[in-house]
């Protein structure tokens, strides 16, 4: 209904005691609006200023065709849908169908019945305003298709925007990575070469300047290869390279490496294994990355005189591989941080040891690439648990 909740109802016809017996139909109506006009050639102008929601249209008047002037209100854009009711002194039939044909809505004998005659007025209302109201929704429809077509297009040139520059920092990055890598490993074999015997004794601040130089060079090696490994996946050139491998011995080596790093620290890695077959097709290179950092990582935040356990199950299609520790655990409202990249949480390493927040974000993507998933169970001063689960059927299958 319109602003006022009132509907505006236009009476065109010449005799004046017809405008009266129709206002005192209306009388009780609150929400039908009476406007009389008794001169036909005034009519279409006057329902062009007024808007009405029905109009009422005798058919003979003086120097005016009804039936024309039913015509022009159907030509005119400020009249075409307004429910038009014809009022004529007669049921004629001839009449009737022509007025239908040029555009009227209804057809009533006067004077009718008021109950009559209100039912109509206020269905033709009714539905005239429902008309003007779906008009308007699919009006502001187009213009927010419009508006949404237009910002859809400012997002596609954004995105392409986005992706050349993507494209660009992960170029600079490889370029980067690269470029650090090789003087990174040179820096790193030189601290290595300096405590060999045959290069001479070091006194202890020599030694311990050594031993310095060659952990910050491991740690930004470190840091250097996971940004190429970043930048491999970010864009999209991530492959692995499956084939059939011993699973157990490879974990079996990485626990191997990590027991120089855990005997410092006092800590003891056990490898537990349960395998109905030690062969399982996977990458070795990424799958050797994430064994390595789920137990670097559990090195690194594991207290001093505690055990890191690593146990491998194979059963029918399920692999499963788990790194626990005895650390202090991952609050619960920071473990969602744990598998983003650069992401880090309250818990500190127990000898100062630097993480670069990308180990567990890397190893997700390579899991997830051999179609696995990892996932953290941790509960704060009872360790964390970090689990990988491949199913080895599929793998097998990719193979085919």
């Given at each position: 209904?319109?602003?006022?909740?009132?509907?505006?109802?236009?009476?065109?016809?010449?005799?004046?005691?017809?405008?009266?017996?129709?206002?005192?139909?209306?009388?009780?109506?609150?929400?039908?609006?009476?406007?009389?006009?008794?001169?036909?050639?005034?009519?279409?102008?006057?329902?062009?200023?007024?808007?009405?929601?029905?109009?009422?249209?005798?058919?003979?008047?003086?120097?005016v065709n009804g039936l024309m002037l039913v015509q022009y209100y159907r030509v005119n854009p400020a009249t075409r849908d307004v429910p038009i009711i014809v009022l004529s002194s007669k049921?004629?039939?001839?009449?009737?169908?022509?007025?239908?044909?040029?555009?009227?809505?209804?057809?009533?004998?006067?004077?009718?019945?008021?109950?009559?005659?209100?039912?109509?007025?206020?269905?033709?209302?009714?539905?005239?305003?429902?008309?003007?109201?779906?008009?308007?929704?699919?009006?502001q429809l187009k213009d927010n298709q419009k508006i949404l077509v237009k910002l859809n297009r400012q997002l596609e040139e954004e995105q392409k925007e986005l992706k050349k520059l993507n494209?660009?920092?992960?170029?600079?990055?490889?370029?980067?990575?690269?470029?650090?890598?090789?003087?990174?490993?040179?820096?790193?074999?030189?601290?290595?070469?300096?405590?060999?015997?045959?290069?001479?004794?070091?006194?202890?601040?020599?030694?311990?300047?050594?031993?310095?130089?060659?952990?910050?060079?491991?740690?930004?090696?470190?840091?250097?290869?996971?940004?190429?490994?970043?930048?491999?996946?970010?864009?999209?050139?991530?492959?692995?390279?499956?084939?059939?491998?011993?699973?157990?011995?490879?974990?079996?080596?990485?626990?191997?490496?990590?027991?120089?790093?855990?005997?410092?620290?006092?800590?003891?890695?056990?490898?537990?294994?349960?395998?109905?077959?030690?062969?399982?097709?996977?990458?070795?290179?990424?799958?050797?990355?994430?064994?390595?950092?789920?137990?670097?990582?559990?090195?690194?935040?594991?207290?001093?005189?505690?055990?890191?356990?690593?146990?491998?199950?194979?059963?029918?299609?399920?692999?499963?591989?788990?790194?626990?520790?005895?650390?202090?655990?991952?609050?619960?409202?920071?473990?969602?941080?744990?598998?983003?990249?650069?992401?880090?949480?309250?818990?500190?390493?127990?000898?100062?040891?630097?993480?670069?927040?990308?180990?567990?974000?890397?190893?997700?993507?390579?899991?997830?690439?051999?179609?696995?998933?990892?996932?953290?169970?941790?509960?704060?001063?009872?360790?964390?648990?970090?689990?990988?689960?491949?199913?080895?059927?599929?793998?097998?299958?990719?193979?085919?």
């Amino acid at each position: 209904m319109n602003d006022d909740n009132k509907f505006i109802v236009l009476l065109v016809d010449d005799q004046l005691i017809i405008h009266e017996a129709i206002r005192r139909c209306l009388a009780d109506q609150p929400n039908l609006v009476l406007h009389c006009c008794d001169d036909g050639s005034k009519a279409l102008k006057i329902a062009e200023e007024l808007k009405p929601h029905v109009i009422l249209q005798d058919l003979v008047m003086p120097d005016v065709n009804g039936l024309m002037l039913v015509q022009y209100y159907r030509v005119n854009p400020a009249t075409r849908d307004v429910p038009i009711i014809v009022l004529s002194s007669k049921e004629e039939s001839e009449i009737k169908a022509k007025a239908f044909a040029l555009g009227a809505n209804d057809y009533i004998v006067k004077l009718p019945d008021q109950t009559e005659l209100l039912a109509r007025l206020q269905y033709h209302a009714k539905a005239y305003e429902n008309l003007q109201q779906r008009a308007k929704v699919f009006h502001q429809l187009k213009d927010n298709q419009k508006i949404l077509v237009k910002l859809n297009r400012q997002l596609e040139e954004e995105q392409k925007e986005l992706k050349k520059l993507n494209e660009i920092k992960n170029r600079f990055l490889s370029i980067a990575a690269h470029d650090l890598r090789n003087p990174l490993s040179a820096i790193r074999c030189f601290a290595e070469f300096l405590t060999e015997p045959d290069m001479g004794s070091l006194n202890k601040e020599q030694r311990d300047l050594v031993d310095n130089i060659a952990t910050t060079s491991n740690a930004m090696l470190t840091l250097v290869n996971d940004l190429l490994d970043v930048s491999v996946i970010e864009s999209g050139r991530l492959k692995l390279k499956l084939g059939e491998h011993d699973m157990p011995h490879l974990i079996k080596n990485v626990v191997h490496l990590n027991h120089i790093i855990a005997q410092r620290k006092h800590i003891t890695v056990s490898f537990d294994a349960m395998v109905d077959q030690a062969n399982q097709v996977f990458d070795p290179e990424r799958f050797r990355q994430v064994v390595d950092n789920l137990i670097s990582n559990a090195i690194k935040y594991s207290p001093s005189y505690t055990t890191v356990y690593v146990r491998l199950r194979i059963a029918k299609e399920r692999i499963q591989l788990q790194v626990k520790d005895e650390g202090p655990g991952i609050p619960e409202d920071e473990q969602g941080k744990l598998f983003q990249p650069f992401g880090k949480t309250s818990v500190q390493a127990t000898a100062g040891e630097k993480s670069t927040g990308l180990g567990l974000a890397l190893s997700k993507r390579m899991i997830e690439a051999h179609g696995g998933d990892i996932r953290v169970e941790s509960t704060p001063g009872a360790g964390s648990s970090f689990i990988v689960e491949l199913n080895s059927d599929a793998l097998r299958n990719s193979l085919q």
